[in-house]
């Protein structure tokens, strides 16, 4: 064999090397979210990178799919995406290989709340904590008025599920992840190696998903908040937390009840915010033609480019409403209203608090629907609001 054709077989045996490699077999596993241990069966989950290239496979009854991209699941870009119905989509970036994801069941409340934490072999027990004015749900304390722990999990991967079966208006809720592992080490690293990925579902929609930062230092990730008016605020901070006993100190999550140490946005760059307003156009464009599912993906397109964009949050709203998905208006009219300013700030938060209003009106939530359409009265008055609280009252007074 000559030196060139030698040469040429070691660039051919190189290159099926990497190929190989590109196409080793990707391992996911898919549970209920609110069941323990339940394996979804039937569930289609794709390897997506960067939107373009994907490979797709079907739960069989362990809930197990095996995938064989013809990429690395460990490149930038990489996402799992797991659908089946009856249950949000989930969507997580990767690596993904070995992970078990828990997938939530459609939820029907209006103010409803789900939050799923999923992470890796180990540790092998973190744990979630919600805390509210009096109430603070964990593994010692599963139920509290509206909200619950679903699922427990003690040996990895998870999932640990609390539900807020209806949010209290005018009363904040902070979530966090403690490594029960780590209880009497406030400065393990293990939490932040842990994989840990929290997933923020209302109605049928994933509108939140949180990583783990990956250089923190300590065993309390302190995730998000929900202030009283329903918005929800980052916090996704790791800090050392001391231990009672071998359980969370409770004062270290009570604290951030009084507090608000959000973490800021990051503002998008001038041409990201350019592409973020082309986005919500289309968006506006596909909703004038009732293309409503096409609207609404423009609209969170443009909002994962620019947080806060709140016209987008604000026509959002609107489309969720027109396409019956009504928690998950609610949730965006609560983002439109926080994010309002400038001169016709008042006028923004006075229709959004309107169409909330209207939901809960039509959903015979007459004390809400009360509550909202005297918050639009109170940032602009005028007839059409001041009409609202006076059918709303004669109703309730029926």
């Known amino acids: ?43 289609t989950v794709i390897l997506q990178k960067n939107g373009d290239q994907s490979v797709t496979a079907t739960t069989d009854a362990h809930g197990d799919a095996v995938l064989t991209p013809a990429f ?8 799992v995406l797991v659908k089946q119905n009856g249950y949000s989509t989930l969507v997580a970036r990767c690596p993904c290989d070995g992970m078990t994801y828990a ?24 744990d979630s904590h919600l805390v509210y004015p009096r109430q603070h749900i964990f593994w010692s304390w599963r139920a509290g008025p509206d909200a619950n ?46 994989g840990a990925k929290v997933f923020v579902y209302i109605g049928r929609s994933l509108i939140r998903a949180y990583y783990v930062p990956p250089d923190g230092v300590g065993n309390l990730w302190v995730v998000f908040a929900v202030d009283g008016n ?27 009840l009084g507090e608000d140490r959000y973490t800021a946005a990051v503002l998008p760059s001038q041409d990201t915010a350019a592409e973020a307003a082309r986005l919500n156009k289309l ?25 806060e964009l709140g016209q987008a949050y604000s026509n959002l709203g ?29 006028v923004v938060r006075a229709s959004s608090y309107y169409n909330v209003a209207r ?13 909202q359409y005297q918050l639009a009265l109170a940032e602009k008055p005028g007839r059409v609001y001041t009409d609202a609280v006076a059918r709303v009252k004669a109703k309730a007074a029926r």
């Open 318 to 346: 609107l489309a969720y409403q027109k396409a019956g998905r009504t928690a998950e208006a609610i949730w965006a009219n609560r983002k439109a209203i926080a994010l309002a300013h400038g001169p016709s700030a008042n």
């Open 1 to 43: 064999m000559s030196r060139l054709a030698g040469v040429f077989v070691l660039l051919a045996a190189l290159g099926a090397a990497a190929t190989a490699a590109e196409a080793a077999a990707v391992r996911v596993q898919i549970l209920s979210a609110v069941v323990k241990d339940q394996k979804i069966a039937g569930a």
């Open 103 to 126: 997938i939530s069941p459609v939820m029907t409340s209006l103010d409803g709340l789900r939050i799923v934490l999923n992470w890796g072999a180990s540790p092998a027990d973190l």
């Open 359 to 371: 939901i809960y009106e039509e959903a015979g939530q007459l004390a809400d629907a009360l509550a």
């Open 230 to 256: 329903g918005e929800i605020h980052d916090i996704n901070r790791v800090e050392g937390a001391p231990a009672t006993g071998e359980a969370l100190d409770e004062a270290a999550l009570v604290r951030y």
């Open 283 to 307: 968006g506006e464009a596909a909703y004038h033609a009732q293309r409503l599912d096409e609207a609404i993906e423009h609209y969170r397109a443009a909002l994962d480019l620019d947080p």
């Open 149 to 194: 722990l679903d699922v427990d999990d003690r040996d990895g991967f998870g999932p640990e599920t609390i539900t807020v079966e209806k949010k209290h208006f005018g009363e904040k809720y902070v979530y966090a992840v403690h490594d029960y592992t780590q209880a009497r080490n406030s400065t393990s690293r293990l939490l932040s190696r842990s």
């Open 72 to 79: 690395s699941e460990t490149a930038d870009g990489v996402l």
